[in-house]
């Protein structure tokens, strides 16, 4: 099992770390401030640093969802070794775009009374699929998100079991992706403080004002019944 610190605090930047695996899938390690692909959010980058200062790309991260470990794709061949103690550094630039992308997703959640069919986080942009049959217009949302990014909400995190969550059904909005479960049973609920409130693994902002102003690029329909808002940031 890999520790997965970048759940509990996303402004982890580094972390010592040890090698607890050398595999064709990557590096192993016993923790890790890397956030594996999942849920809509790619996998970080970031270097491994030798304890003789060599620093190897990390060009993704991927998980073992039956073994909860994480696995650091480095392409270049280095001679490491199981027991090995390294540094893990972010492309920190990188990961908090995805910090206020994801935080930016779930304030959109909150302005649309529709269950979410899938996700995608990316560098430039981010979108929604939502269960929807009519046609919605973009500009209010663009208004209505800005509004939620200048009210600074406060967003914190807490831990459920579950057994906890399945007796609150209501609190899952995704319909195809379920929240990701650990070894422990527990679950991290992502708290928006009297705005939104659902089960999620992904990295945040501390508040919704480090999103930044937004922008609904475009609304598009994604089948019968899916609407596809795809939002950036105002730049």
């Not at 099992?1 to 970048?6: G, S």
């Not at 959010?41 to 200062?53: A, I, K, N, R, Y």
């Not at 480095?74 to 090995?84: Q, Y």
């Not at 992502?190 to 992904?202: E, H, I, R, T």
Request: hydrophobic share 35%; with cysteine.
């Amino acid at each position: 099992m890999t520790r997965e610190l970048c759940r509990e605090d996303s402004y982890l930047k580094s972390c010592e770390a040890k090698i607890t695996a050398l595999t064709d899938d990557g590096i192993v390690t016993d923790q890790s401030v890397f956030y594996p692909l999942g849920g809509g959010q790619l996998g970080d980058t970031g270097w491994l640093v030798t304890t003789d200062g060599q620093r190897l790309d990390i060009t993704d991260t991927r998980k073992n969802r039956e073994s909860d470990t994480h696995y650091h794709v480095i392409d270049t061949p280095a001679a490491l070794a199981v027991g090995d103690t390294v540094t893990l550094e972010l492309d920190w630039q990188r990961r908090y775009r995805f910090m206020r992308f994801h935080s930016c997703l779930h304030m959109l959640c909150s302005l649309i009374e529709a269950p979410v069919t899938s996700g995608s986080i990316q560098v430039d942009r981010a979108r929604l699929d939502f269960d929807l049959k009519d046609p919605i217009d973009k500009e209010p949302i663009t208004q209505a998100l800005n509004e939620l990014v200048k009210r600074d909400v406060p967003m914190s995190m807490r831990w459920i079991t579950d057994a906890e969550l399945d007796a609150q059904p209501e609190l899952v909005r995704t319909m195809s992706v379920q929240p990701p479960r650990n070894a422990q049973g527990t679950i991290r609920l992502v708290d928006f403080a009297g705005v939104d409130l659902q089960p999620c693994g992904g990295t945040h902002v501390a508040s919704t004002a480090e999103i930044g102003p937004v922008r609904v690029q475009k609304i598009e329909k994604k089948g019968k019944q899916n609407r596809r808002i795809i939002v950036v940031f105002e730049e």
